[in-house]
């Protein structure tokens, strides 16, 4: 299902001085998946389906890759560069790849393994690809949900209904490139799949491998409908357009002035709406706030009767 079906999508906040800033200067921030609150997402479990010289040309590849990589970024901060930086790193990923491969052999050799030498190397070799895996997707990941109007949302993620909710679209150049996330199944990823992924270039086996690991949560979380955009992890720049701002049940009115206040001089315009509860359900729907009003009666100065009327006689 393509996201470009929905008109907007839409992300939880609570007030603080952190999303006013995001708001302001329109920054999204990408978190590691290590900080959400599904221990289970973006954590695969890697399944050996592939034999033992295999799983060592898949480890080298992996391992040889991250280690070139992280020594490529640590010269190049040092403000290094050249053929010579880039034979050096390719040089040193490929000794750690041999080097892991040599130590896990000698290990596979332990008496106290029940299995075999060749069960016990292709089970360590899995375990090391493993854990590449997991270091390999360290991206930053944003959610967003479909709706505005799950009650479940707003207390997961609204602060209990007293933050507020900002609708986004995707009337950008380029377009933002959203990812669906699936519900069900399970977090096995396949050897064969990484395989065909890395060491054949096969596209669609890495978009699958991608959607396994990134995109795949339990059945339980499918309220949330989420949608996901991937990034360097920290703050970065909005690749979204922000149209609305829509305040919580419970949201206070300086936090409403304050958002408001914050926006208005935009140059693109940003509706805003409060939640409202449907007499009689569970659910919830929302309507336009007057932003001049309350704008005209806020911020509020506090005056005696006396500053206000006058001397008494």
Same mark, same amino acid.
């Given at each position: ?55 060592r040309?898949?480890l080298?590849?992996?391992l040889?890759?991250?280690i ?6 640590s ?13 050096? +790193?390719?040089?040193?990923?490929? *000794? $750690? &790849? @041999?080097?892991? =491969? ?20 292709c ?8 854990r ?9 990941v ?10 479940l ?43 065909? +992924?890395?060491?054949?270039?096969? *596209? $669609? &086996? @890495?978009?699958? =491998? ?9 059945s339980?979380w ?16 909005s ?15 300086a ?21 409202f509860?449907v ?12 932003a ?7 911020p ?10 006058g001397?008494?006689?």
């Amino acid at each position: 299902m393509s996201y470009k079906k929905y008109k907007k999508i839409y992300r939880y906040q609570k007030f603080s001085i952190w999303t006013i800033e995001l708001l302001v200067h329109d920054h999204l921030y990408f978190a590691d998946p290590v900080s959400f609150n599904d221990p289970f997402d973006c954590q695969p479990v890697v399944e050996s389906d592939s034999d033992r010289d295999t799983l060592r040309l898949l480890l080298i590849e992996l391992l040889s890759r991250r280690i070139e990589a992280e020594v490529a970024a640590s010269l190049r901060s040092a403000q290094l560069q050249g053929d010579n930086v880039s034979d050096h +790193a390719k040089n040193l990923g490929a *000794q $750690a &790849a @041999q080097s892991k =491969l040599q130590d896990i052999a000698y290990h596979a050799t332990n008496p106290d393994y029940e299995c075999g030498i060749y069960e016990a190397e292709c089970s360590l070799l899995t375990s090391e690809i493993h854990r590449e895996v997991v270091k390999r997707y360290d991206r930053g990941v944003c959610c967003f949900s479909t709706t505005f109007q799950n009650p479940l949302l707003w207390s997961h993620y609204g602060d209990q209904h007293r933050g507020f909710c900002v609708g986004y679209n995707l009337d950008r150049e380029p377009v933002p490139i959203l990812r669906k996330v699936e519900y069900g199944g399970n977090r096995k990823v396949k050897t064969s799949l990484i395989s065909n +992924a890395l060491l054949n270039n096969d *596209q $669609a &086996a @890495q978009e699958l =491998l991608d959607h396994d690991v990134l995109l795949r949560k339990a059945s339980p979380w499918r309220y949330e409908c989420e949608w996901r955009l991937f990034g360097n992890r920290g703050v970065q720049d909005s690749v979204l357009a922000l149209k609305d701002v829509t305040f919580g049940l419970r949201c206070p009115e300086a936090i409403r002035y304050s958002v408001i206040a914050a926006l208005e001089a935009r140059d693109s315009k940003v509706e805003f709406y409060e939640t409202f509860e449907v007499h009689g359900s569970f659910k919830l729907k929302r309507r336009p706030v007057n932003a001049g009003e309350i704008c005209a009666f806020l911020p509020h100065v506090a005056k005696s009767g006396i500053e206000m009327f006058g001397p008494l006689g």
